[in-house]
């Protein structure tokens, strides 16, 4: 194994709870029930798909320009709330596995489904630490297609069957799998069976690359 394809949004670090506090307002302005349960659907998902899965509790029809108008209102929300996060926003174990694993070797990258994720990256200090970022930005198919970790593995110069996925979403597994990568499952996506292994801390990265 020569590399390693990182998932951002709940690996890296936590913007969940960011865009659940903007889906929320798109949805209280539309009179639309949401609550965190649905909010945990939207992991891994593409952002309109994710305003169609919220749009399920909607009780009328909204056109294709209306619900652009609604994925801007809250990609605007988000974008505004992405300004507070700062280095100490990266998750336990992160900066020093990613560092280890760069002196083992490997080859590091980001496959995120998020079209902020240059942003993300400059706010948690990480603008040019990986070795190439694939994300919403360079797909036309969002997860569970594995796209954005075919385009990862490309980018770094390996074959799928090279690098290990690391991915909190079970649509992440999912592509992961689908594209011919190892997976490792971590948080929400922890005891999925169809995932090579399963992890309770980023550090035990090390201990399956070894
Ligand atoms: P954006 P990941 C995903 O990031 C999020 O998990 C998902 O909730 C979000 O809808 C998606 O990015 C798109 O994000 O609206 O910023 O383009 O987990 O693939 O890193
Ligand atoms: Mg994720």
């Known amino acids: 194994m020569k590399g390693f394809i990182f998932d951002l949004d709940g690996v890296i670090v936590s913007t969940d709870g960011l865009h659940y506090l903007a889906w929320k307002q798109m949805a209280d302005k539309e009179g639309i029930y949401f609550d965190e349960k649905i909010n945990n659907r939207l992991r891994g998902v593409s952002r309109m798909a994710s305003l169609e899965i919220i749009l399920e509790r909607s009780v009328r029809e909204y056109s294709d320009e209306e619900k652009q108008t609604l994925a801007t209102y809250k ?41 902020n994720t240059p942003q993300i ?10 070795d190439a970022v694939s994300d919403g930005n360079n797909i036309t198919n969002s997860k569970p297609d594995p796209e954005v970790f075919i385009k990862g593995a490309v980018f770094l110069g390996l074959e799928s069957s090279e690098c290990y996925v690391v991915e909190d979403a079970k649509a992440g597994v999912d592509a992961g799998i689908a594209g011919g990568f190892t997976t490792i ?26």
């Open 121 to 130: 990256l400059k706010y948690i200090g990480l603008e040019g630490f990986f």
């Open 185 to 210: 499952a971590l948080g929400d996506a922890y005891g999925y069976d169809k995932a090579d292994f399963s992890i309770k801390h980023f550090g035990e990265i090390l201990s399956i690359a070894k």
């Open 75 to 115: 990609n605007d929300i988000y974008k505004e709330l992405l300004k507070s996060l700062t280095p100490n926003d990266i998750l336990p174990g992160v900066s020093e596995t990613l560092k280890e694993l760069r002196a083992r070797g490997y080859k590091l990258a980001i496959g995120s489904s998020s079209r």
